[in-house]
């Protein structure tokens, strides 16, 4: 509870209905030891709150860059939008201590753990959006995506690789790209995705993660090289 409230104080929104910030902060891990309900982790919650972030930083871009073409639009959102801008603004916010766990994620190291603090952001922005409103979460979220914003518009965010790679092969003209999830392997608390992305069934790069997104911008970035 209290890192709970710590954390509410560096959203700087306060949750009206409180078992919405702790679901947020569930992970399924913790669930499945506990024999909980499913619902009572963060999964829909994040599922929830990654469309409601993506809504408010286009709306945002669209504001902000009047006469820009879309194709721009597009790959800044998704600079801005992405695993390594969402773990950077959670653990600013403490949100690794703040999870709660089962033993063996804990003993794994999840709590610090890119893909889980990024997944947790995602899932308070849910929580936000059923809390209070739009307004509420298009202000929490204004806030919270401020200097990215600002560094994507500067042009000093990381890359972006499936972004790039589209670009690369669309150059002349529309192009079938296919993410293939390959395998899997691990337990629930450390596994590891395999994928590949393909053209017409041709494979150009492979890459591996510890999340289905960071798997697929590693085979990108894999694309992205060979194609050099």
Known sequence: MENNQKLAERLGYEFRETKLLRNALTHSSSINETHRRYWDNNER??????????MVISER???LLPQEEEGRLTRLRASIVCEESLAEIGQRLGIGEALILGKGEERSGGRNRSSMIADGVEAIIGAIYLDGGWDQVRTAV???FDS???????GKLHSDYKTALQERLQVNGDVDIQYVLDGQEGPDHAKVFYTSVAVDGVVLGSGSGRSK????????????????
């Open 61 to 63: 871009l669209y504001r």
């Open 148 to 154: 990215v914003i600002s560094r994507a518009l500067e």
């Open 45 to 54: 919650l994040e599922f929830l709150g990654d469309a409601v972030l993506e």
């Open 142 to 144: 204004l806030r919270l």
């Open 213 to 228: 997104k960071e798997a697929e911008q590693n085979a990108a970035k894999a694309a992205m090289k060979d194609m050099r």
